[in-house]
């Protein structure tokens, strides 16, 4: 953060429109590590308005993607893959395995988080195919980053071993290269993996590693999903002071980060807690909360109502970066959006 903005004085210095573009586009990605995603989307902005300079034509599908990534960090769903498909064509148009390998790693987040989790593979499974095509003078990071993905999608498939493989392939190269960020994530996955197989002795010290690790970092977004999967294996143990304990420090944090879907996912986990419980009061209360974080984020489909994101379902994009159920769609047969009333009349790359 600290040479991103020495690197904007000395582009004003030396008066390099071209020089002062990456620099906002560096400030945004650093605050983007951060999880200072409200600036992300200031500094991208900036970028994009600094048109007419050279280097910004070939940067604007880098800050599409940092500007999506932020979106997905604050749970705006329908701008995120706004955002996502603009990078994706800018890196179809500019011929940029590099920048779609990324792009397509975002977007295996961007579906394990709305739980599509066959896309959710697919694009993850996509980068590693740019990577083994094309990746021989790249950064083993892509390689990793793709695998880190790809081990998500798998553990929340239920495929295991799958899933262990490609974290544990990750993990090696994350080691070899002293990178930091990804060891913390990896952690975090296989305590997940642990946590899926039941085993929380396992999982318990694997996810205090990554959050050591998340918080010498700075990763806020990371120690809510560390949060979370601590919750769930005191679930397990039947600990539901402790569980309520993990809660409220990954609630307090989620609100800091304006992230939505983190703070959907805890209210869904206390309407547990409390059910179990029986204690109607804060049943209630947390019930409400769900429903209000539902209408927020709009995650519900348009054509049956029914919520999006609450279990593994086939999703399908529109142009106008709303999402709906696939089987709707194809029921329907609709050839509009029935959220915006934008006519589908070209295919999404999403």
């Not at 050279?54 to 769903?77: D, E, R």
């Amino acid at each position: 953060l600290k040479f991103a903005v020495v690197q904007i004085d000395t582009a004003r210095e030396l008066e390099d429109p071209d020089f002062l573009t990456e620099s906002y586009l560096n400030l945004a990605r650093s605050n983007e590590k951060l999880c200072e995603f409200q600036k992300t989307i200031s500094y991208c902005k900036t970028c994009l308005n600094m048109q007419g300079t050279t280097v910004s034509l070939q940067l604007n599908g880098q800050v599409s993607l940092s500007m999506g990534n932020a979106f997905l960090g604050l749970s705006i769903f329908q701008k995120a893959l706004e955002c996502f498909e603009k990078a994706l064509r800018y890196a179809h148009n500019n011929d940029d395995k590099m920048l779609e390998c990324r792009v397509c790693c975002s977007l295996g987040n961007f579906y394990t988080q709305i739980k599509d989790y066959e896309k959710a593979l697919f694009f993850p499974c996509k980068a590693a195919e740019l990577v083994n095509d094309y990746g021989k003078g790249w950064s083993l990071k892509y390689r990793a980053m793709s695998h880190y993905h790809m081990a998500v999608a798998y553990q929340k498939l239920g495929r295991l071993a799958d899933a262990m493989d490609c974290c544990e392939e990750s993990m090696k190269i994350a080691l070899q290269h002293g990178d930091r960020p990804l060891q913390a994530l990896c952690l975090l996955c296989f305590a997940d993996i642990h946590r899926s197989r039941r085993d929380v002795q396992t999982a318990f010290p694997r996810y205090d590693s990554s959050m050591s690790i998340m918080t010498e970092i700075g990763n806020r977004l990371g120690l809510v999903q560390v949060l979370l999967g601590v919750t769930k294996c005191w679930m397990i143990q039947k600990e539901l002071d402790k569980a309520l304990e993990s809660i409220e420090k990954a609630q307090e944090l989620a609100e800091g980060l304006g992230n939505k879907l983190g703070l959907l996912k805890l209210h869904c986990l206390c309407e547990r807690i409390y059910r179990t419980k029986e204690q109607q009061r804060e049943l209630r209360d947390h019930v409400v909360k769900f429903h209000e974080c539902v209408e927020e984020m709009e995650l519900y489909c348009g054509m049956c109502g029914e919520s999006i994101g609450e279990k593994n379902n086939q999703l399908q994009a529109l142009p106008c970066s709303h999402f709906f159920h696939l089987k709707c769609l194809q029921t329907n047969g609709t050839r509009g959006c029935p959220n915006c009333r934008r006519l589908s009349v070209k295919p999404g790359y999403v």
